[in-house]
């Protein structure tokens, strides 16, 4: 088969790899018919984190069950399925909580499981997925193609994003800020909205981004950073801060950003992947008594509820997807995602 595999900094290639087999009882074959980059995709694409040695790449991925083992129930061959961004048993105390993403036998797309078996990156024709029962979700149906971008969102951003809005404790009535405005930020905007949020300022400096995050539910942008963004922030909301924040990036400017617009006894939500030294600053937060919460989204507990209101019509996330590239072409997608002149980039095999 074909798959994306990265070897540093800047260097991804597709080339062939082996084809997958049943490895365990819990096993699932899955033929990817769709898949894309993500903005974590490019901190080892950047050099931000260091890749040891060639791996498979990529975390998001929606297709067709081709074989299943023996011990599979939930999913069957020919079921359209969704592939949250880790595989999870589904049945260990962790999961059991909703905390998928801390599962007592996680595993990684494009890197070994907890017995040493390869496990497939997600940019590529098929994946092996450990553990199917606990991890992948099927429709009800073989969806309209139309549905697939949006079905995709649910393996992460979309996820994620409504991850940023729970740990905010965004609800009916409240004010809402976004840092960020890549898929995540976006996906957040849309989160909040859904959450019955009244005012959703989105912290945006991209025109085209600052459209979708108004079609997604933005009553107001904001672009300017820093102690000005603050200050703007407080003069859209009537000189007051942020019930709730929505930390989408992951840096210590963006955490900075989030706490400087969250007011007192307010909640922030963080889900941005670490990197470049994100700190919390406690004293700031013991004495004006803002909350903080997040993490990595537990995507599989949040599939199933967002998936109706996705085969619905009532939320279209796959429109953060601005451009669409063959799997052969994927080393153009990660300078497009890198050089931001896209937003997401959906790939297919």
């Not at 694409?45 to 498979?56: C, D, I």
């Not at 959703?200 to 942008?221: K, N, P, W």
């Amino acid at each position: 088969m074909r798959a994306n595999v990265i070897y540093g900094k800047g260097d991804v290639r597709v080339e062939d790899r082996p084809d997958p087999s049943i490895q365990r009882p819990t096993d699932a074959i899955v033929r990817v018919v769709a898949s894309c980059v993500c903005g974590s995709d490019l901190w080892p694409y950047r050099g931000v984190a260091p890749v040891e040695s060639p791996r498979p790449i990529g975390h998001e991925f929606v297709g067709i069950v081709e074989e299943t083992g023996d011990q599979v129930r939930t999913v069957k061959a020919g079921d359209f399925v969704i592939a949250p961004f880790v595989a999870s048993d589904g049945i260990c105390p962790q999961c059991r909580n909703g905390i998928t993403t801390s599962c007592d036998h996680r595993a990684n797309w494009g890197e070994a499981d907890e017995d040493g078996l390869h496990v497939d990156g997600g940019q590529g024709e098929y994946v092996r997925v450990p553990w199917a029962d606990g991890t992948l979700v099927a429709t009800p149906s073989a969806p309209d193609t139309t549905l697939i971008p949006s079905l995709l969102t649910l393996s992460d951003v979309m996820c994620t994003g409504h991850h940023a809005a729970v740990a905010a404790r965004v609800g009916p009535g409240q004010s809402v800020v976004v840092v960020g405005d890549g898929a995540v930020g976006l996906s957040g905007v849309l989160a909040a909205r859904r959450l019955g949020a009244e005012r959703i300022i989105a912290m945006s400096r991209h025109a085209s981004r600052q459209a979708l995050a108004t079609e997604f539910g933005a009553t107001d942008i904001v672009a300017e950073r820093g102690e000005e963004g603050a200050a703007k922030v407080r003069e859209l909301l009537g000189g007051v801060l942020a019930d709730a924040v929505l930390e989408c990036v992951g840096t210590k400017q963006s955490m900075d950003q989030s706490l400087a617009v969250t007011r007192p006894g307010g909640h922030l939500g963080y889900v941005g992947v670490p990197a470049g030294g994100p700190e919390l600053p406690i004293g700031k937060m013991f004495g004006e008594n803002i909350n903080v919460g997040g993490g990595i989204a537990p995507a599989r507990t949040y599939i199933p509820e967002l998936l109706t209101d996705v085969l619905s019509g009532a939320i279209d996330p796959g429109r953060v997807f601005d451009l669409t590239l063959p799997l052969e072409k994927a080393p153009e997608a990660y300078v497009a995602m890198d050089e931001r002149t896209a937003i997401k980039v959906l790939l297919q095999p």
